[in-house]
């Protein structure tokens, strides 16, 4: 019996162009690269001027590849798109590079564990940067977060009012301003997407629901608060989201909530969709910007109201490619072809999770048509363990090939796991001809490091 519910991320029944027929055979789109990606005379591919295959063979596979220009510059639209405020949602991808690479192109960063903020903090975050989440912010989290004086801490539950309230004070006590808190509102609104990354819904274990009237007496609360002071209101209704509109319900839920408080700032989070299937084709972030200003407009958000977002996969998911070795075919007759290779389900979860669909390709011929159809497995010791259930590829592909599956940049990373006791693989950016490692792969001596 499959746990997993109906709807799929990725191959997003939103998406406005999903073919639901046959994948594509035609050669990949070239939308589904990062911005640097060319191809010589052969097809070979390069990204941010450096050869993937043989980038493969020096670091090993599988690898995780990102085009570090194309992470600036859409660090760098969101912030000219959406203003000051707008904040990279780490989980879709961090390391201390990356933390440092968003903070640089003017970014906050969205952290919602102690794992998240340490890490933002490694790389030299300011405090100041850092926007707190969290449905349950563990007591040491919301210490931490109190002492540092972070941008925001978003206020998920009754709960966490009553943990804050002592912390309030001891601000208070040490004559530190106030500590700026939102408010996490649930908005009644139900995004077009996966059940398991909706988060706007009333059913829903995340803030406070403005239909139960909770969100005012919440807010009531923290108006009281000693050493608190609650600048606005938050909300993120899901994610991998491709109709805008989803967007317009959101805002026009929060915006009587936000004047009857007269607050001054409203966080819509995260949430647009990528492409990540030949056929798809997403809003640009410039775009979802534009339509949240026109939602605010029309909800009546006054022009004073300092508008934020949160976005992660539209920032990172093209940048990255994840590169495999082939290692075995395996023909059934009559059945399927198998192509294993070196990693599977636990450097990208999101197949099995939730039926997420991806390409896949050769990088010595990327604009090769691909009219063999194959199921792309890991080779972790389960059937599930697929990484691309209905693939498409180049009819000359054979063991040993280096084979790569584009826009891996967002929940692939941050979500890897050691299944298997595999290592996890290294991450590299490219840029000007350039490859650095910013987070090296396991080694054994890692998975052994925590038992005596
Ligand atoms: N803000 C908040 C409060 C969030 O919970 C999230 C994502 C974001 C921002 C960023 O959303 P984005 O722009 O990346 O859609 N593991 C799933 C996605 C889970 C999203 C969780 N929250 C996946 O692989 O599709």
Request: charged residues 20%.
């Amino acid at each position: 019996m499959s746990s997993v519910p109906a709807g799929r991320i990725g191959s997003n029944e939103d998406a406005p162009a999903v073919d639901a027929g046959a994948p594509s055979t035609a050669p990949l789109a070239r939308h589904l690269l990062p911005d640097s990606a060319t191809t010589d005379g052969a097809g070979r591919l390069s990204v941010g001027g450096v050869d993937i295959i043989d980038l493969a063979g020096e670091i090993g596979t599988p690898l995780f590849v990102y085009d570090e220009e194309h992470l600036r510059s859409r660090c760098r639209e969101a912030v000219a798109a959406v203003g000051e405020g707008v904040a990279y949602a780490t989980k879709a991808f961090l390391c201390k590079a990356m933390a440092r690479l968003a903070v640089e192109e003017g970014m906050s960063l969205d952290v919602s564990t102690s794992g998240e903020v340490e890490t933002a903090l490694a790389a030299g975050a300011p405090p100041e940067r850092l926007v707190l989440h969290g449905n349950n912010k563990s007591d040491d989290e919301l210490a931490e977060a109190f002492r540092l004086g972070v941008a925001r801490v978003v206020v998920d539950s009754f709960d966490e009012i009553r943990r804050i309230e002592p912390l309030g004070r001891r601000r208070l006590a040490e004559g530190l301003a106030p500590q700026p808190v939102m408010i996490r509102v649930t908005p009644g609104v139900e995004a077009h997407t996966h059940e398991y990354v909706m988060t706007g819904q009333e059913d829903s274990k995340f803030g406070f629901s403005i239909a139960s009237g909770a969100a005012t007496v919440a807010a009531d609360a923290l108006a009281q608060l000693p050493g608190v002071e609650l600048v606005g209101l938050h909300a993120h209704i899901g994610s991998q989201i491709f109709r805008l509109d989803a967007f317009d319900r959101e805002v026009a839920a929060l915006a009587p909530l936000l004047d009857a408080y007269g607050l001054a700032e409203l966080c819509v989070g995260g949430g647009l969709g990528v492409a990540y299937l030949n056929e798809e084709q997403a809003p640009s972030i410039t775009t979802w910007a534009e339509h949240l200003r026109l939602a605010c407009d029309a909800a009546g958000v006054g022009v004073g109201v300092r508008v934020t977002a949160e976005p992660g996969r539209s920032i990172v998911a093209t940048a990255g490619l994840t590169c495999y070795r082939v290692g075995t075919i395996k023909e059934l007759p009559g059945i399927r072809t198998y192509v294993s290779v070196d990693g599977g389900m636990s450097d990208n979860p999101r197949p099995v999770l939730y039926g997420s669909g991806y390409e896949a390709f050769l990088p010595r011929s990327t604009d090769a048509p691909r009219p063999f159809a194959a199921r792309i497995v890991g080779k972790h010791c389960e059937s599930g363990d697929v990484l691309v259930a209905d693939a498409r590829l180049p009819v000359d592909l054979a063991v040993g090939d280096v084979l790569a599956t584009p826009v891996t940049g967002a929940y692939g990373f941050s979500m890897a796991s050691n299944y298997n006791r595999q290592a996890r693989p290294a991450v590299v950016f490219v840029r000007d001809g350039k490859a650095t490692v910013v987070v090296r792969r396991e080694m054994t001596q890692d998975l052994l490091r925590l038992e005596p």
